[in-house]
């Protein structure tokens, strides 16, 4: 034990701890509360990944009944993407300005509306419209519940929960894979976006009552009422109120990416949106059009989305064995092996050109690749930003970043219509993640080190 240095108005450092509900909250270890928060932001973490990979599912059946070509399709599929893009970049800052709860509840509210009227599209125009309000609804929620995350974990264990949060992604699209599998046995696409509208909707009644504002958000902001807002959250954890907001607690950010662009992030802000985005062109590529290559093959709707599931479950293992790594090795180690091995996962995915068994496993070791890589980039993203603009930075790299996820779909379209095959984009589409990890390296390499 060390003893604490002394102050100089005579009191300690661990005196002054122990009245920072920021210091409180790293150091305690993680109580019950705080547990169930979790659990709730996983679940919103999957409930996001079922209402942006809802298109997915549905897609052969859209096909079918409005008669869209490849190119229309792409289209469809990127949209989505395109809001998620315009949702992390324009409203995820604002988490930094006006709070992550009251953002968090919007950004629900915009995902069940956009789903509500696919729901009730009969052409192309208002399903891009839908899946462009789902998308900014999306795009908007996750990097302030990532955050939301990380400020009430404990610095023990922070990667490793930032992580599992986003476990919830992958359990959305497998439990929806399946789900949107039985729901196509028997109903028509329309069924997957209503679904998906009513737990939504039901979400945002269940996030209200549960997720408090960030405790480090209102020690930043300091409200009128922040000391009293700040001993609930406190009482609700079990803790002790403290009697005053330490002076030192720092100023909040006004909602600006700026200082993402200043000489100590600029670097940093470049290597992480550029790494996120290649490695998002091969990951929304592989989610949009793994159903057409199954159905392609001779896969039903319903087995093409059985088949989406067993990535989506793939995803699970490897966003959970990235939480079991993220506290074991560098988390930019960890990011530079899943995105080469979702390139080798993918060229031997595009060598499969029948119905089996097979194809289903390798659907799911592309999953493990492909979702290892997605998960440690938003826990790197946690601590590679500071506090002030956290929310700022991970929704500029999301946004920003998300382009080649944007682009993706949309170029593999154009690539499909123009007679290639699924071998050849495959091939070619693979290529994002691998020059992904090697900008990743570069920056540790040639920058992070002589800082």
Known sequence: MYKADATVDGSTLEDHSRSDPVSIIRTSPMGKFQVALMVVLFC???????????????????????KLPPDILGVLASV????????AFLIAPLSDRLGRRPIMLASLVLAGSGMVICTMAHG?????????????????????????????????????VTVLITVGFSVGGLVGGNFAAALLSHWTWRSVFLSGSIGTFF?????????????EFIAATRPVNALARINSVLGRMGKQPIPQIESRQITASKATIVPLFKADLLVTTAAVTLTYALHGATFYYCLNWLSKIATDIGYSAAGAAHALAWNSGGGLIGALLAALLATRIRIQSLIVVALVASTVALLSLATIHRMSDE??????????????????????????????????????VTGVGRFGGIASPTIS???????????????????????????????????HKRR
């Open 44 to 66: 919103l973490y999957a409930l996001d990944g079922y209402d942006l990979l809802a298109v997915a599912f549905a897609l052969p059946g859209i096909r079918s009944d409005l």
């Open 124 to 160: 192309y125009v208002a399903l891009i419209l839908g899946r462009s309000v789902t998308g900014l609804g999306v795009g908007a929620l996750l990097p302030g519940i990532t955050a939301l995350a990380a400020e009430y974990s404990n610095d023990r264990v922070r990667n490793s």
């Open 203 to 215: 979400a945002v009644g269940i996030a209200a009552m549960i997720v408090p504002e960030s405790i």
């Open 413 to 447: 379209g154009f690539l499909f219509a123009s007679g290639l095959s699924n071998a050849q984009v495959s091939t070619m589409m693979a290529l994002g993640s691998s020059c992904g990890a090697a900008i990743l390296v570069c920056y540790h390499t040639f920058w």
């Open 359 to 396: 194809f289903l496993f390798a659907s799911g070791l592309l999953g493990v690749a492909l979702y290892c890589g997605q998960s440690s980039l938003y826990a790197y993203m946690m601590r590679a930003f500071p506090t002030r603009v956290r929310a700022s930075g991970a929704g500029f």
């Open 80 to 87: 989505g993407l395109i809001g998620s893009g315009a949702g």
